[in-house]
């Protein structure tokens, strides 16, 4: 049975939990190249974590030491060396936090030693994305490139806002349904500039290189072209979602225009820049954890039995309190 129809038979209010925990717990997780996950804690509470390793097995932050670029020869270091390959430039890692369909925010827990991904909370409440007709959940796999940080403390030319602290999220639009913490290979297309409460928050548009069309998408007009109505619906989406927790819609930069892929690579490189100051101390990341294993010049590097130790000071015995989510329609009109 395809994760969808599990979500549309389900019906009850622990839904979305039902189906990160299948990805997550009972199901078995598919086979990354070189990273794996460890979950400790409950799906759906606030103690779940999920921990990133290494091919070799060993505790890595999934923030600082998935490189950015996908075979990057800059792993164990923060200078910056260029491609070789041209055709490998605009291959990227993307941290898969929340999986299609799916309501539970997940995210990288940027404060907490290592990163580990969790479920974000708000008001000491389990943060659930809001259904809004038509949408079902998050319509696209969304979460981050690694080795990126928005700057708060640094105005964006083009939008004259500062960066809302977080890594730069990825809104991945292949047909394939990843699992939560998974690492995939995505080229970049083109961007969105939310604007969410006076910060810039940019979106990027990606596709998995391994999705069977990804051969015809090359840039932000392949979008339009082969998945018409996407682009529309990812700018309605981002504007309403607030809507039903009682905010005003959200704005956007240059009236909601997606710019090309030209433009988001040179956002990346600008908040792949913002990240190397933060892991070399050279500006105020506030309370952003910058423990790392593998930065091998950063003054957050720590050691791997260190590493290995604050994992396992993490509980992981169930957790009786989950908090399920009530599954509930918004109809917004236009």
């Keep these: 049975?395809?994760?969808?129809?599990?979500?549309?038979?389900?019906?009850?209010?622990?839904?979305?939990?039902?189906?990160?925990?299948?990805?997550?717990?009972?199901?078995?997780?598919?086979?990354?190249?070189?990273?794996?996950?460890?979950?400790?804690?409950?799906?759906?509470?606030?103690?779940?974590?999920?921990?990133?390793?290494?091919?070799?097995?060993?505790?890595?932050?999934?923030?600082?030491?998935?490189?950015?670029?996908?075979?990057?020869?800059?792993?164990n270091s923060i200078s910056t060396k260029k491609a070789q390959n041209t055709e490998n430039e605009n291959l990227f890692n993307m941290i898969v936090e929340i999986p299609r369909w799916t309501n539970a925010k997940m995210e990288i827990a940027t404060e907490e030693p290592l990163n580990p991904i969790k479920q974000y909370v708000k008001d000491g409440k389990l943060r659930y994305v809001a259904n809004i007709f038509p949408y079902k959940g998050y319509i696209w796999n969304y979460g981050t490139l690694p080795q990126t940080w928005e700057d708060p403390h640094l105005k964006d030319k083009s939008t004259d806002c500062c960066g809302d602290n977080d890594p730069i999220d990825v809104c991945e639009i292949g047909s394939k349904i990843p699992s939560c913490g998974e690492v995939i290979q995505v080229k970049i297309l083109g961007i969105l500039a939310l604007i969410d409460e006076g910060e810039t928050d940019w979106k990027l548009i990606a596709i998995n290189v391994n999705d069977p069309e990804a051969s015809k998408f090359h840039d932000i007009d392949d979008v339009k072209k082969f998945k018409p109505g996407y682009l529309e619906a990812t700018l309605n989406w981002f504007r309403l979602y607030k809507v039903p927790d009682g905010k005003p819609e959200n704005q956007f930069a240059f009236n909601g225009e997606f710019k090309n892929k030209a433009f988001a690579l040179e956002v990346v490189k600008s908040t792949h820049q913002c990240w190397k100051a933060l892991l070399m101390k050279k500006c105020n990341g506030g309370t952003i954890n910058c423990t790392n294993v593998q930065i091998s010049d950063s003054p957050f590097r720590c050691t791997q039995e260190e590493a290995r130790s604050l994992v396992e000071s993490v509980s992981s015995s169930p957790n009786k309190e989950s908090n399920n989510e009530e599954q509930v329609w918004h109809f917004l009109g236009k």
């Design 1 to 75: 049975m395809s994760a969808l129809l599990l979500l549309v038979r389900a019906g009850a209010p622990a839904a979305a939990c039902l189906q990160l925990a299948t990805s997550a717990v009972t199901r078995p997780r598919r086979a990354m190249a070189q990273y794996h996950t460890e979950e400790r804690g409950q799906p759906c509470s606030h103690n779940y974590r999920l921990f990133f390793k290494n091919v070799t097995g060993h505790y890595i932050s999934p923030f600082h030491d998935i490189p950015l670029k996908v075979n990057s020869k800059e792993e």
